[in-house]
């Protein structure tokens, strides 16, 4: 479930010595009030969506909205809006969004870089998880050798990408294996055929 809405927030009051009551007629009384509404999702701030405000006059007690307002408070209120600044955090949702594509498009750039770097040099161990006719399934290398890669293969496959690493488990594969080219395994890298390579660091 995702939580989301509108939250007006004060933003300033400012009061204004010269403007008349429109209700009393007191000179020196009115305040000016404005708020901003920001859509937030989870409670974070995304972007202020609209402002609001209205007059207060401290002698009489009148409160108005503008299209309340007598013609000459109106004038007042809107040149008064002018020095009132929206505040930065109410854009933080968005804010973050923008880390998060940024950081999205550096990791996933990091992932490819490790990928690359896997293909060239080979270990045993490693474990690809490639398309098969039908799914998915992986394969493990077993030896390396100048040309080609020794590779074990699994016995089982998923229909859907998300599944393949489950079916990573030593009894899952066959008690026999087969060379690959390294150039095919190459030409399968390259056509997106191996999805995943996973290694174990230590
Ligand atoms: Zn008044």
Redesign the pocket.
């Known amino acids: 479930m995702i939580i989301y809405g509108t939250k007006p927030v004060h933003l300033k009051t400012i009061e204004n010595n010269i403007v008349k009551?429109?209700?009393?007629?007191?000179q020196g009384?009115?305040a000016f009030h404005y708020f901003s509404s920001h859509f937030h999702v989870f409670w974070i701030p995304m972007f202020p969506y609209r402002r609001k405000g209205g007059s207060s006059?401290?002698?009489?007690?009148?409160e108005l909205k503008p299209k309340q307002m007598p013609e000459h408070v109106k004038r007042a209120y809107k040149e008064t809006k002018k020095d009132v600044r929206l505040p930065i955090w109410q854009f933080s949702g968005l804010a973050l969004i923008g880390l998060i594509i940024a950081y999205s498009f550096y990791a996933s750039g990091q992932t490819s870089d490790l990928k690359d770097q896997y293909i060239a040099s080979p270990r045993a161990g490693d474990v690809y998880s490639y398309k098969t006719e039908e799914g998915y399934s992986t394969l493990k290398i077993a030896e390396v050798t100048s040309d080609s890669l020794f590779m074990i293969p699994n016995e089982y496959e998923v229909e859907s990408v998300m599944g393949v690493y489950k079916l990573d488990k030593p009894e899952n594969y066959a008690d026999y294996m087969y060379g690959i080219s390294r150039d095919e395994i190459e030409r399968m890298y390259a056509d997106s055929e191996i999805i995943t390579i996973d290694r174990e660091e230590n």
């Open positions: 009551c429109g209700n009393c007629e007191k009384h009115m006059c401290t002698n009489c007690g009148e």
